[in-house]
Antibody, heavy 122, light 106 residues
Framework: QVQLVQSGAEVKKPGASVKISCKAS????????LHWLRQAPGQGLEWMGT????????TYTQRFQDRVTMTVDTSTNTVSMELNGLTSDDTAVYYC???????????????WGQGTRVTVSS | ELVLTQSPGALSLSPGDRATLSCGAS???????VAWYQQKAGQPPRLLMS???NRATGIPDRFSGSGSGTDFTLIISRLEPDDFAVYFC?????????FGPGTRVD
């Protein structure tokens, strides 16, 4: 079945970087856009950016433009997201999510990874 | 900027009850691009409905969606214990997509 499996929880100090992976299976990997979203404790969902798994092109939301990098490894069907310059405001659960339609960028998300909790604390 | 509002903020119901969740848009939107998600505590969101009324894979038919213009509705015909969760509506179709604040069904 279509599945996204993310890497495990992380605890980081302020100023550090975190890299989270998202391994896809059960569908033609290169045909879909993959997105990253996050959800801070008790808050709503915040979209961070997307990557075209066919040509590695990325689009980041302006808020994260300067400190996020999303990469694709087609040999392992894995997308990674690295966030630099962490602050306590980055404490959140980070999700990868596939776009719902092949070869289209609709910003409708299905399925989602299980989430990766990132805690930033000194 | 499009704003989605959801009502009520919370619903207190029992298994077997019917749940009616509303999503209102600040301007007319295409029903082609309205989705609903379910999120249980400690879990990622799960897509229930896209295109207003098209159930996602594996979603039981006790979930139904309807609406047009500025008013959209998700109905759960007979609540099961597994349905108690937060439900979000979403307008999608481009990078200016937005989520509603959610309705908690407990």
């Amino acid at each position: 079945q279509v599945q996204l499996v993310q890497s495990g929880a992380e605890v980081k100090k302020p100023g550090a970087s975190v890299k989270i992976s998202c391994k896809a299976s059960g569908y033609p990997f290169s045909d879909y856009f993959l997105h990253w979203l996050r959800q801070a404790p008790g808050q709503g969902l915040e979209w961070m950016g997307t990557v075209n798994c066919r040509n590695n092109r990325t689009t980041y939301t302006q808020r994260f433009q300067d400190r996020v990098t999303m990469t694709v490894d087609t040999s392992t069907n894995t997308v990674s997201m690295e966030l630099n310059g962490l602050t306590s405001d980055d404490t959140a659960v980070y999700y990868c999510a596939r776009d719902v339609k092949s070869q289209l960028l609709l910003f409708c998300f299905d399925p989602w990874g299980q989430g990766t909790r990132v805690t930033v604390s000194s | 900027e499009l704003v989605l509002t959801q009502s009520p903020g919370a619903l207190s119901l029992s298994p077997g009850d019917r749940a009616t969740l509303s999503c209102g848009a600040s301007e007319t939107i295409s029903n082609t691009f309205v989705a609903w998600y379910q999120q249980k505590a400690g879990q990622p969101p799960r897509l229930l409905m896209s295109g207003t009324s098209n159930r996602a894979t594996g979603i039981p038919d006790r979930f139904s969606g309807s609406g047009s213009g500025t008013d959209f509705t998700l109905i759960i015909s007979r609540l099961e214990p597994d349905d108690f969760a937060v439900y979000f509506c979403q307008h999608y179709g481009g990078p200016q997509f937005t989520f509603g604040p959610g309705t908690r069904v407990d």
